[in-house]
């Protein structure tokens, strides 16, 4: 009997097959390399190693998850990789990819002292390597141009394939007619031999370094016409359409959010585009610089603008005329003097003049927002204030973090949640951040939990205070000419 073992004890004259004649006796192992197919990728050991059929092998089982330590056992290897080993810990370097799925063909080789074997690479199949890595435009079923998946396994013509999912996402950006920041020929059938660089999840994340095309006598390519230079870019996309775009055919630096209700580019003349469905939001701590060699032009529903400082506001045309046009009654308010000065003719023209008498309005100001989630801008007449991190203000918070298996094996692990305060870290260098949904008092500050020794460890561990707030158990006034974060005073102007 030759193959597989069917864990079946049976008479036998002479020593079978599978095991070697030797002083010990052993198992008979492979030697050399082989063509295989996956049949299993789960592994118990979480050292993602896979179980592989010998192509031509014969089998006496039906393939299935409860057969798979009868079939081979191979070990995936890193294109590079190491580790640092120290006295309490190692730390680990490399690259790390999904196993090929069940039923992919792979070459993996045997050394005959051993009966693990070692994945070599992946065999793609032939005629489907057009999708990956930047999942690549086709034609699809219902007759547009879109990301699409791999031809069907019964394709006839070789040309049409099924839309992709990140097309829904592409036309909800707006993209899915735009070749420059939507629609992409980074596939591994564009030209032979294929001028780019990439990886491709299985869940559709991709990492595209595209050389661009190319219509050469090096080169073969589907399109004799085709412009050589096109598609020539960086892209880090998600499966759900986010990206980062450095584009070097056109010059530009792209980058959007999963819907298309934010999105920024830097175009090639130097134009910064930005454009925000909802807000956009600044905050610096120091100095606010805004220079423009050209027109400044500001257009809103309303215009508030409030000054802290003691210096005040200071405007000056220093070539023109100074313009203010209100379509309803204009008020001007001072707590102490007031003056005017005009060197030339001063003309006041109304229908009524009252001079000290009766008593003119007062000036309306803008009126002071509290920021609730902020730890150190308290007040602002912005409806929000971003703040040096972890910051309040984030809505997108998550609690769990899955953990990862331990090194025992069979051994078993609870993800890590880390809204619980006593299972979370002090930020190195950070403030802690209040639990969601609450802010420390206006008259609190968090304290750091002391300094960040070698090793990156703190001398001492955070205190959970009784309300809930991660710092000091005991309340500590603040200063309110001083940062609490930086220590210092505000800058006054």
Request: net charge neutral; aromatic share 4%; with cysteine.
């Amino acid at each position: 009997m030759r193959g597989k073992y069917t864990g079946l004890d049976t008479e036998s004259i002479g020593v079978p097959d599978r095991y070697v004649r030797g002083k010990h006796g052993a198992l008979n192992t492979l030697m050399g390399v082989f063509l295989g197919k996956v049949v299993s990728v789960k592994d118990d050991t979480y050292q993602n190693q896979i179980y592989v059929e010998i192509i031509g092998q014969e089998t006496l089982s039906n393939k299935g998850e409860e057969d798979k330590k009868i079939y081979h056992k191979v070990r995936r290897l890193m294109s590079f990789g190491g580790a640092f080993h120290h006295p309490d810990a190692s730390n680990d370097y490399g690259m790390m990819a999904p196993p090929p799925e069940e039923g992919s063909e792979v070459l993996v080789a045997f050394t005959g002292m051993e009966q693990e074997g070692y994945l070599l690479g992946v065999l793609s199949d032939l005629g489907r390597n057009a999708q990956i890595p930047g999942l690549s435009s086709g034609i699809t079923r219902e007759g547009t141009i879109a990301p699409a998946f791999e031809l069907d396994v019964k394709s006839t013509d070789g040309i049409v394939r099924t839309r992709h999912d990140q097309s829904e996402k592409l036309a909800e950006q707006g993209l899915l007619l735009d070749p420059v920041r939507g629609l992409t020929s980074s596939g591994g059938r564009r030209e032979s031999p294929i001028n780019l660089f990439g990886v491709q999840t299985p869940g559709g994340h991709s990492l595209v370094l595209d050389d661009g095309t190319r219509n050469d006598d090096k080169h073969l390519v589907p399109d004799k016409a085709r412009i050589p230079g096109k598609n020539d870019l960086v892209r880090l996309r998600t499966r759900q359409g986010a990206q980062v775009l450095m584009h070097d055919s056109t010059g530009i630096v792209y980058i959007i959010n999963q819907d298309g209700s934010a999105w920024i580019q830097m175009s090639k003349n130097g134009d910064i585009d930005v454009y925000s469905e909802n807000k956009i939001s600044m905050h610096c701590e120091n100095d606010f610089n805004l220079h423009v060699g050209g027109d400044f032009n500001l257009d809103a529903e309303n215009i508030n603008i409030n000054s802290r400082g003691s210096a005040g506001i200071h405007m000056r045309a220093v070539d023109g005329e100074v313009n203010i046009l209100s379509a309803k009654d204009m008020n001007l308010t001072s707590d102490r003097n007031g003056n005017i000065l005009v060197k030339g003719h001063l003309k006041v023209t109304a229908k009524l003049i009252d001079l000290n008498g009766p008593k003119a309005e007062r000036a309306y100001f803008p009126k002071l927002r509290n920021q609730t989630q902020n730890l150190t801008v308290k007040q602002s007449m912005s409806s929000r204030v971003p703040e040096h991190e972890p910051w309040g203000g984030h809505v997108e918070q998550e609690c769990i973090v899955a953990s990862q298996a331990p090194g025992k094996l069979g051994a078993t692990s609870k993800d890590h949640n880390v809204c619980d305060t006593k299972m979370s870290a002090q930020p190195l260098g950070q403030l802690q951040a209040a639990p969601q949904g609450q802010a420390l008092a206006v008259n609190t500050t968090p304290r750091s939990t002391g300094p960040t020794t070698r090793g990156g460890r703190r001398g001492s561990s955070p205190e959970v205070t009784p309300n809930g707030n991660v710092g000091p158990s005991s309340s500590q006034p603040t200063d309110p000419n001083i940062n609490p974060r930086t220590q210092k005073p505000w800058r006054q102007s």
